[in-house]
Structure formats: C-alpha cells, structure tokens
C-alpha cells in the first residue's frame, strides 16, 4: 500500500509546520502556571530520586517513565516548573507527527487536519503543559498504534519493533495502557463485524469467515518452515523489546523500601528473605535474576492495586458517574465541540456514504466514544484530564470529516461556485475560531480559573505564583531558618510529624501540596509552629500561615484577598512584612480556605 502523500512535499511541509508551532505552543510560558496538587505530588518524588538515587514503582505515582525523564533533566538543568513539564510538551508537541505515518489511509488533507487537531486541540494543548502522564499515555499508544497499522500494511517489520517499544512506554506513563489494548482489541471485533455484515463478494457472511480460515490455512501451508519461523521470531523479538523496555523503567534503583510495594504477603514463608532481597535490588547493583523478579513483584502489586481501584474494590456511585461525565461533556463541548462533530461527520462519511468504508476511521470512532463513559466510570476523582484519552483517537474521524470540507472547498474553488466556497469557508472560521479561543483562554489566560472546566478542583490560584517568588527570594538572601510555617492549631497545615519520609516533615504535607514541592526543591530551611507559645522569639523572613476567607462564598477571595484572614494570634508580630494572599485550591480548600505568605523585605 503505497504512501499517497508522499510525493506531495505540501503535506510534509504542513505537517511540520505544524509540529513546530505545536512545541511552540507548549513551550511557550510553560513555567509560568503554579503547579497543580498531583503536578507537584510526583515532582515531589522525583526530586527525592534525584537526590536520593532510590527509585521503585508505586501505582500512586503512576507510571515511571515521567520519573526517570525528570530525574535526567533536573540533574541537568535543575528543579523548576518548566524543567518538571518538559517530557509531557515535547511528547504532546511531536504528536502531530504521528499523522505521517497514516498518510497511506488518509488523503493530503486529511493528514494536514488530522496534525492539526493533535497540534492545536486546547485540552491536548492545555495538559501538554501539565505534569501528568495522560498525555504521555496518549501518545504513545498514538504512536504504537500508527505504528503497528503501518506493519499490517506492510511497510516492514520495523514497525512492529517501534510499536512494541512505543506500547512499552505508554505502560511505563500510566497504568491505563492496558485500557488502550482494550480498546483496540473492542474496536477491532466491530471491525471484524462490519467484513462479516458486508461480506461483500460472498453470498453470507459465513461463507466469508469460511473463506478467510481456509486462506489462513493455505497461507500457513505456504509460509512453513523457514519464512514462517521468521515471522514468529520477529514477534518473539517485538515482545522483547517491550520487556526490555519495561524492565528499564520498572526496575528498582535502590532497592524496594517499602515491603507494601511488593505483591507478596507476610504468609508467604520466604516473605523475609524476598523482602530483604529486594531491598537492595536494582538495575545496575543485583543480579539479573533478583533485578527481574523484584521488578515483577512491584509491576503486579502496582498494577493489581490501579486495577482495584478502576474495577471496584471501591466502586463509583451512578451520582459519582454523572458528575464526571456530565464535566467531560463540558470540556468536549467547550473546548472540542467541533473536533466531536467532525468525528460524527468523519464516521457518517464512511460507514454511509457510499463505496468501501475505511475501517481505520469506524474503530478510531469506536475507540474514542467507549472512551469517554468507560474513563467516567473507572476514574477515581473527576477531571478534565481523561477526555485527552479520548480526544486522540477521535482526532482521525475528525480529519476525515474536515477532509469532506476541505475537498468540497476545492471542488468549489475549480468550480467558481462562490456559494459552496463561502459554506465551506464560515466552517473553516468557526473551527479555527472555536480553537483559537479555546487555547487564548481556556490554556492561556484563565489556566487556573475555576469557571475553566479543564481546571480541577486542586489547582490552586494564581496568585500562588507571586507568593511563592517572593518567598524564594528572600530564603536565598538568608542563613539559618527560611521559612517558619505556623497552624493556628490547624493539624492539616502542621501535623508535626517530623520523621516523615517527605520534607518539609513538620508540614502537613499533603494538605499543603504544592507548598512542599517549592520548599524542598529550593532547599528553603523550614520549621514549623502549631501555637503561640512554639513561635521564636525572632521570625525568619518568611512567614507562612493558613488563611480563612471571611466572605459569604470562598471563591470571592480571588477578588477580594483582603477578605483572607490569618490565625489571630500571628498577625501583630508581622508588622512591615509584605503580605500574598491566595486561595490553597480553585475554589477554596479542602483543611482551609487559603494560605497567607508574608515576607520580610526590609532588609533587601
């Protein structure tokens, strides 16, 4: 099957352009938004790597490829926001690359579209800016996809090696991968299904099937011996390049220091001996035999727990549902209402339109639809993030649909049908205004506002930023205790827990979230007070409290952050320190309404 495009150096030079303007995009300001709770959870952790050296994977944390990249940059370039979202732009940024290798399915336009909505999509744009490993997951299962498509058609047997590499990774970003092969196998019995329905050129689908079974049989009858062992040892050498890959990212660095991350019990009589085994395993310092079967102790207990938890040990309820699918309709409808109603168009286009229907296009469909209520319902808190899951296969009946456009645009233009080409170009405005405005806006602009629906609820405000920057600076200036954080008597905001594994240990670190994250990678010395009588004699620079917003609705403080109060007992000896308000979350807080940071810039 030949490359249809190819030959048209408009396509490459389209799709290109486009892949630039996506990195572009992604870059573009990448540090300036505050990281969101889950972005600076796995920082966090990633810090703790680096400085550490110890690595094994936990599911809570998700897949470790997003952890193994960071750690390499931050080793680098060191810790910053930017640095910490680096690998989820540049995967999302590349994305629209993947449409080259479907060009031989697609015509020039639809291969230009489908790099479009990969390229410009604001919710594929808005969490290409976030670190998290949806889009990773996404789009590496992209790329193994088009991948293994381009060896069914017989572009060579390299392909299946880049797809069973691809496929490795998108395991080794999310533990939703196997969701991905799910999905694929579904979408591929309908497909399946519409052969059988048409078998066309036979007189009932059975005698199709017939026909099938008896040309496998004779293509094995043909194939066997030395050319059939070749193709079997090439899928024995595509699964282990997918092993390779795993092992490389799941394998312990360190040892395993927490015996609940093994899938074993203490019923077991070796449990000890594994236990201890395992604490020193790793990639480069144990034997091949205790690296492999402690990565595969961890990879089941990691796996069996994300499949717990999606497949009902802790069940949604039908309200839990609702909500998530109601929100991910509003983010489809906000921000890809027309790359759905293409998809409708892309997928009316084939399956009725008359002649021999692209079956590429129907399971892309499929894939894409089941995914938006199977996400709802396996998903353990609602967000935007999920959509992306299925926004990326939707995007190729998408571009088959802005293909009907595109080509009746052009039949328009040879016709000098001035009618059908203003049709076709009130489309074309709506769709890159529709886009156009989703990114100023919902990426841009309100990228931590809560009437965005692609904010979820534990990003905090904005205004964060401001605090945190100050506060940075002036720990830089100063020796001995940076930061004092102070509770009120709010045990979420200082538990006190000083032997915690995480730092600062006093805070209440995941209430806190992403305080913690700034703190430790800037290495800012913190200590912490719960009452009145545990404050110093003299404060540090740097003040941190918890803030309660004294308006009738929490989120009026992000106008009115004069309406934040700290704990009573604090605020007078703070006289001359700058004061940063913000709200903790987008709305509000889960333990308190915000946090107060004052800073002491007298001596600047």
């Known amino acids: 099957m030949p490359d249809r495009s190819l030959s048209d150096d408009r396509v490459l030079v389209a799709v290109l352009a486009l892949t630039a303007l996506a990195l572009v995009a992604r870059f573009a300001l990448l540090g300036h938004r505050i990281m969101h709770f889950d972005e600076a959870r796995v920082a966090y952790w990633v810090y703790n790597y680096a400085e550490t050296g110890q690595f094994h994977y936990r599911s809570i944390i998700h897949g470790p490829f997003i952890q193994h990249a960071d750690a390499a940059l931050f080793g680098l370039f060191g810790y910053s926001d930017f640095i910490a979202r680096l690998p989820v732009a540049v995967v999302g940024g590349l994305l629209p690359l993947c449409a080259l290798w479907l060009r031989h399915r697609l015509t020039g336009g639809e291969t230009v579209a489908l790099a479009f909505f990969l390229a410009a999509n604001p919710v594929l744009l808005y969490f290409g800016r976030f670190m998290r490993s949806t889009l990773l997951v996404a789009g590496f299962c992209l790329l193994a996809f088009v991948a293994f498509v381009r060896w069914y058609d017989g572009f060579g047997v390299e392909y ?302 904005q205004d964060m930023r401001p605090a945190v920057s100050a506060a940075l600076e002036s720990a830089a200036r100063t020796e001995g205790t940076d930061l004092l954080a102070y509770s009120g008597g709010n045990s979420n905001f200082v538990d006190g827990a000083e032997s915690a594994p995480r730092e600062p240990a006093c805070l209440g670190w995941f209430s806190t979230l992403p305080l913690g994250w700034y703190l430790s990678a800037h290495d800012v010395a913190t200590d912490c007070a719960s009452q009145p009588g545990e404050l110093p004699d003299e404060l540090p620079s740097v003040v941190v409290v918890p803030g309660d917003c004294t308006l009738e609705r929490t989120v009026d403080c992000r106008e009115n952050d004069s309406a934040m109060v700290p704990p009573e007992d604090i605020e007078p000896r703070l006289d001359g320190y700058e004061r940063y308000p913000f709200l903790h979350r987008s709305t509000g807080g889960n333990d308190f309404d915000g946090m107060i940071v004052y800073v002491d810039n007298r001596n600047a």
């Open 160 to 461: 299946l090696y880049v797809g069973s590499g691809a496929l490795a990774l998108g395991f080794a970003s999310k533990e939703n991968a196997l969701v991905y092969v799910l999905c694929w196998l579904g979408a591929g019995a309908l497909v399946v299904h519409h052969k059988v329905a048409a078998h066309r050129g036979y007189d009932s689908g059975t005698a199709w099937v017939a026909d099938r079974l008896f040309g496998l049989r004779s293509w094995l009858q043909q194939t066997w011996g030395p050319r059939l062992a070749g193709h079997v040892g090439h899928l024995v050498g595509a699964a282990l390049v997918f092993v390779a890959v795993m092992v490389f990212f799941f394998a312990p660095r360190g040892g395993v220091t927490a015996a609940g991350d093994l899938a074993i019990t203490p019923a077991n009589p070796n449990y000890d001996a594994v236990v201890e085994q395992c604490r020193t395993a790793g990639l480069y310092s144990s034997s091949p035999g205790t690296t492999l079967r402690c990565t595969w102790l961890t990879v089941q207990e990691g796996f069996g727990s994300w499949l717990s938890k999606s497949g009902g040990s802790d069940p949604r309820t039908l309200v839990a549902v609702a909500g998530q699918l109601e929100l991910s309709m509003q983010v489809i409808v906000g921000y890809a209402g027309s790359l759905f109603l293409l998809a409708l168009v892309g997928f009316v286009r084939e399956r009725y339109g008359g002649g021999r229907p692209r079956l590429l296009v129907l399971a892309c469909l499929y894939w894409g639809l089941v995914s938006i209520p199977g996400y709802a319902i396996g998903t353990d808190i609602n967000n935007a993030w999920i959509v992306v899951n299925a926004l990326v296969p939707l995007a190729i009946p998408a571009a088959v649909g802005a293909g009907l456009f595109i080509d009746a645009g052009r039949d328009a233009l040879e016709r000098d049908d001035d009618t059908s080409l203003a049709i076709v170009g009130v489309v074309a405005l709506v769709l890159l205004a529709s886009v156009g405005t989703g990114v100023a806006t919902g990426v841009y602009t309100d990228a931590t506002e809560p009437d965005n629906s692609l904010v979820q609820f534990a990003q905090p405000s």
